[in-house]
């Protein structure tokens, strides 16, 4: 398993916005990478993940157009890109590994960091 280390979380007014990375480390660099949130009370939800091997990309639709996600393969990190940003994108967001080709469900991703807080003020 690779080990994952996100950082970049805060708190932002709305229409702001702040970038997530997420630092690997350790296993072996065959993945996608995603980032999945939660919000208090609700289940996790797939954001976006991007191919390590040719950087295809995928979104939710709620936060296509205002979400990037990029790989520097120099400090193996994964960024996440976050620009007008709502109340609803508030939610404590994690970084996600697995072997193999982008998917959405959490259920396939097998290294998970340990998650920052992103709080986004009316």
């Known amino acids: 398993q690779v080990q994952l280390v996100e950082s970049g979380g805060g708190l932002v007014q709305a229409g702001g916005s702040l970038r997530l990375s997420c630092a690997a480390s350790?296993?072996?660099?065959?993945?996608?990478m995603a980032w999945f949130r939660q919000a208090p009370g609700k289940e996790r939800e797939f954001v976006a993940a991007?191919?390590?091997?040719?950087?295809?990309?995928s979104y939710v639709d709620s936060v296509k157009g205002r979400f990037t996600i990029s790989i520097d393969y120099v400090k193996k990190t994964v960024y996440l890109q976050m620009s007008n940003l709502k109340p609803e994108d508030t939610a404590v967001y994690y970084c996600?590994?697995?072997?193999?080709?982008?998917?959405?469900?959490?259920?396939?991703?097998?290294?998970w960091g340990q998650g920052t807080q992103v709080t986004v003020a009316s």
């Open positions: 350790g296993g072996t660099f065959r993945f996608a």
């Open positions: 996600a590994a697995r072997i193999g080709g982008i998917v959405a469900s959490g259920r396939s991703y097998d290294s």
């Open positions: 991007i191919s390590w091997r040719d950087e295809s990309t």
